[in-house]
């Protein structure tokens, strides 16, 4: 079955500066992957996602990049904010959506 | 205003007995899904539902049950099987099971069991 692996478990960044997360998937055959973000005590919100046919896909702040042939895809957030502070999740799945194996998550802090 | 809900928020059991965790969505989407979240693990699915009446197991099923009798409600059992049932409980929903629609989360149950 599919295994995401996400690095690293935590980050701590300057307000202003530049974080990037990493996934690994393990299944060829994954094409849809997106990205949460949760705040404490709160369920996961979508923030982005990327789909297997695009290499690169970006909303204001945050992008996300796919390599199909390394099967990693990253998240980058510029010019973090103090309210980017959360834990960030990645998931891949197949068949677009259906049951996402979700990375075991990176704790953001940006420090002001 | 549309989305999921689930309740209540914190939820707190013996140990033994059953409990029914709540979740519900006004989003009219097909398919919905249960995951737990433990400290410092990603999500694991537990169960998912494509279509009323109908429903499979996830990754970690044992010691859950579940039922879908409207589309909008996917109530989760944890039974007095499940061995370590304290955690964080999400329920989810997507529009359609062969489209390629995100998934939505409810806030989640903190179920604590002593």
């Known amino acids: 079955g599919e295994n995401v692996e996400q690095h690293p478990s935590t980050l701590s960044v300057q307000e202003g500066d530049s974080a990037v997360i990493k996934c690994t998937y393990s299944?060829?055959?994954?094409?849809?992957f997106p990205w949460y973000k949760q705040e404490l005590g709160k369920g996961p919100q979508l923030i982005i996602d990327i789909r297997s046919n695009v290499g690169e896909k970006k909303d204001q702040r945050i992008a996300v990049t796919l390599n199909k042939t390394a099967k990693h895809f990253s998240l980058h957030i510029t010019e973090t904010q103090p309210e980017d502070s959360a834990v960030y999740f990645c998931?891949?799945?197949?068949?677009?959506?259906?049951?996402?194996?979700f990375g075991p998550g990176t704790r953001l802090s940006v420090l002001p | 205003d549309g989305g999921i809900t689930q309740s209540p928020k914190y939820l707190f059991r013996k140990e033994g007995q059953n409990v029914t965790l709540s979740c519900e969505q006004n989003?009219?989407?097909?398919?919905m899904y249960w995951y737990r979240q433990d400290p410092g693990q990603g999500l694991r699915l537990i169960y998912y539902?494509?279509?009323?009446?109908?429903?499979q197991k996830g990754d970690i099923a044992e010691g859950y049950s579940v039922s879908r009798e409207k589309k909008e409600s996917f109530p989760l059992t944890v039974t007095s099987a499940q061995k370590n049932p304290t955690a964080f409980y999400l329920c989810?929903?997507?529009?359609?099971?062969?489209?390629?629609?995100?998934?939505?989360f409810g806030p989640g149950t903190r179920l604590t069991v002593t």
């Open positions: 989810a929903s997507s529009k359609d099971r062969d489209a390629s629609y995100e998934q939505y």
């Open positions: 299944d060829s055959a994954s094409n849809y």
């Open positions: 539902s494509q279509i009323v009446n109908d429903f």
């Open positions: 998931a891949a799945s197949r068949n677009y959506g259906q049951n996402f194996v």
């Open positions: 989003l009219n989407h097909d398919a």
